[in-house]
């Protein structure tokens, strides 16, 4: 699986109508200032009859009464407002309306029912991070009306497209989930076309195909990675994947080296590469992935980086492709930096000395928050699993802020739940998600179905653990 890197002024009248021309006589001749016999007498000031009578203000019939003012119709309904939202909502090439019959699949007066799914040979533990972060929901109260978040089903698709689509359907219906937290290499357009037209959100890392347009169910927790990869119309290229390097190198001057797994996010990633390099991109190879056999002999790749000698090899490829060619490249000599965007799992070197022996020294560029514990987010993250007797590694922390969306968007619907309320106050009304100081981009939608906040950050390997090489930052467009 290749994960793809992938953001009146006041209206006064300045004329000076009301003020007195300027005197024509001069001021020495001025004798009605000397004498100021109006001033001194000043009898209309002291006896003011009209004021302390003040008829008019004293009995003010019609402001007391103030019959329009006081019921204000107008106002307090605010029709407009409250009572007639918006219909849809158009942004870039996609229009956002609602055109199904309601439903309440998976919501009663107490619970809210969701299912999670995912390549559990890539994304270990992210059964734990959704729990971790559904814990919390329920322990805090965060959805309206007191409901509480029931997991009631969880599937390992076994890299197996088909198992991943009839996990989904089982999900739906059998177990009439609300929504599904789903990340997998496999879950292709059979499963994602038939969780939209089914009317069921699911979230989760947004680098395939399902979580941007036309799809309007699927939420990617960094938005939609791969739009301009997969010809989604408005989509633009990552910027981190070219930014990052630049400001990690302090120049545009360097050399890149890519390997991508060969399966469709690969190719659509290589496609992404070529455009976002170009004469920088020095290869741009394919590697067998795992499930088709893996790499049985990595030198024509090492001899591949050796030949061209590229300033940062990045391995665009599944777990075990990552550490083959990490471990190869390293033991061939070659001393330039190696990145991928898979191998940060916390606590991997200490408790697999030979796997961390692979990655010493070796980056890995990251699109969840390194476990940075001074950062309020990843206190509450840590917390969390804790609270769920887990650690968290790379598949649980994927598991974990994309159970951390859907929980957000389902309190966004209000108290009132179904699948039209959630699609107005996501898709229609507009949502944005919050985040601690640390945590992971806010997406905001319907834009991120064709865009992203792009952000990204690195570790390395130092020592046998992990140790942050380039905070995490991001590069989207925060307006869009």
Known sequence: MAALVLVATACGNDDDDGGAPAP?????????????????AEPMDDAEPMDDAEPMDDAEPMDDAEPMDDAEPMDDAEPMDDAEPMDSRTWGAFTYEIDFEPSTRGVTDDTVRIGAMTQSALYAGYEDGVNARLQRANRDGELPGGRSLELVQFVDDGSDPQANFDGARSMVENDEVFGIVVTSAVSLPQTTDYLHENQVPFTGWGFMPGFCAPNAWGF??????????????GAEPLVSVQRFWADYFGTEDFTVGIFNSDDDAGRAGATLYETVWGDQLVFNEFVPTESAGGITDPTRFVNTVLDTDPDVVINSTDFAGAITLKASISAAGWDGVVADYLTYVPGLPQLSPDLGFALEGGYAVTQVPPLDSSQPAIQQLLADFDAVEAFPGFGSMVGYWSADLLVQMIAAAGEDLNTASFYQAINIDGFQSSQQAGGLGEVRFPADHVIAPDCAGMVQVVDGEFEVAYPFVCYGEPDR
Do not use: K, Q
């Open 24 to 40: 024509t006589v001069a001021e020495e001749e001025a004798p009605m200032d000397d004498a100021e016999p109006m001033d001194d």
């Open 220 to 233: 990617g927790m960094n938005g939609c990675l791969s739009g301009y990869a997969f010809g989604v119309e």
